[in-house]
C-alpha cells in the first residue's frame, strides 16, 4: 500500500485527519497542518518556519524552527531531536516542565497508530476505549 488516510474522532468531538503518502517529490518529509477556530498552523517538514495564521488578526506569525536542528538528527521531522533536547534540558536544569508529555500520552499516542493499522488492515472503522482497547 502506498498511501493511507486516518480519520479520528474524539470523546469531545474534536476530529482529525491524517494522510501519509509514500511517494512524493518530497520524500519523507512531513507537512503538518493544524486548523483551529482562531487559527491555522502549518509546519512543512524539517528546516522549514513554523507559520501561523490568526483569523482574528488576519496575519501571518513565522516561527524559526531550524535553530538547533543538527544535521542527521533530522528523524521524524526533527522530533526526535527535540524530544532529546528537551529531556536533556530538563535534566540538566532539574525542570520536569521541559518535558512536555510522559508515559501515558506517549503510550496513547501509540495506540492510536496500532487502531489506525487495524483498522487498514481489517478494512473497517475501529474504535478505541480509554484504556486502549479497540472495538
Known sequence: MSN???????????TAN???IAFT???????????????ELQCHGAGH???????????HDRIDTTAKMMKGLSGHGGADFYCMDSFVEAVVQ?????????????L??????????????ENKVVSMSPDGTFT
Open 25 to 39: 517529490e518530497a520524500i519523507c518529509d512531513r507537512k503538518v497542518t493544524v486548523f483551529g477556530t482562531k487559527g
Open 94 to 106: 532539574n525542570d520536569p516542565e521541559k518535558i512536555r508529555t510522559g508515559p501515558d500520552e506517549t
Open 49 to 59: 518556519s513554523l507559520v501561523l495564521y490568526d483569523f482574528t488578526r488576519g496575519d
Open 18 to 20: 491524517m494522510t501519509m
Open 4 to 14: 493511507q488516510v486516518v480519520n479520528m474522532q474524539f470523546k469531545n468531538g474534536a
Open 108 to 121: 496513547y499516542s501509540h495506540m492510536l497508530v496500532f487502531a489506525a493499522e487495524k483498522a487498514r488492515k
